[in-house]
């Protein structure tokens, strides 16, 4: 009430060292199924902190110097990390915003808040991943048998916890599998994804009901062609409501 009627300054009269400035980032947490188990892109870093320890995908946002140039958005951001700490072309891999993570000791250099994000990884884009120039190496790892989280760099065990809970809601909710099996599978291959995702054993028979729903709601159907398998070929199927990338 008291500051009715009078006018905000102008943008030009904001002093931005007056204010306070943490960095932001965007970490990406990327999961890909292959062999029936879920898994998780790392790099290894190849500076300081943490130089040597392995730790998810991602950088500082972008900020531009000036009034006239204020960076890039987050969404951007991250579409842009995913692309060159993996080598995959922008736009091919699904990717959603996950949660924010600020606790103010997780960088040991500075303040630093970042957004979190996950990706999907088609089967058949994992050969074409290759680390980006900062990093050592990049290696997939089994979430189940092969990630310490004790070992991992800044907080990024808290992010994969979190990351792996939300991928497990939505593929209960959403047709969210489409983004981790090829562009045609069977329904064995579609039920080895719930069970690497979820670590449950499905019934094949109740999970083929499941399967057969998906197609009488129309979000799955048959597709030409089949799949040798060790017994008879297997019919094959595809997603017809793909989930938007971003």
Known sequence: MGNRGKASPPPEAYRPDD????????DIVIFTVLDGDLKLLLIQRGEPPFEGRWALPGGFVRVGDAMADRGEGLDEAAARELAEETGLPEGSAYLAQLHCFGAPDRDPRMRVITVAYYALVRPDLVPLVQAGSDAREARWFS???????????????????????????????????????????????????????????????????????????GIIEQAPGKRPTGTKPAKVYRFVRPHPRR
Do not use: C, W
């Open 143 to 217: 979430v189940a048998e092969e990630v310490k989280p004790d070992r991992l760099a800044f907080d990024h065990a808290e992010i994969l916890e979190v990351a792996v809970e939300r991928l497990r809601q939505q593929l209960e909710m959403a047709p969210i599998a489409f983004e981790l099996v090829p562009a045609t599978f069977t329904i064995a291959e579609l039920r080895a994804v719930h069970e690497a995702v979820m670590g449950v054993t499905y019934d094949p028979g109740n999970f083929r009901r499941r399967f057969m729903r998906m197609i009488t709601d």
């Open 19 to 26: 204010y306070p400035r943490p960095s932001v980032t965007v």
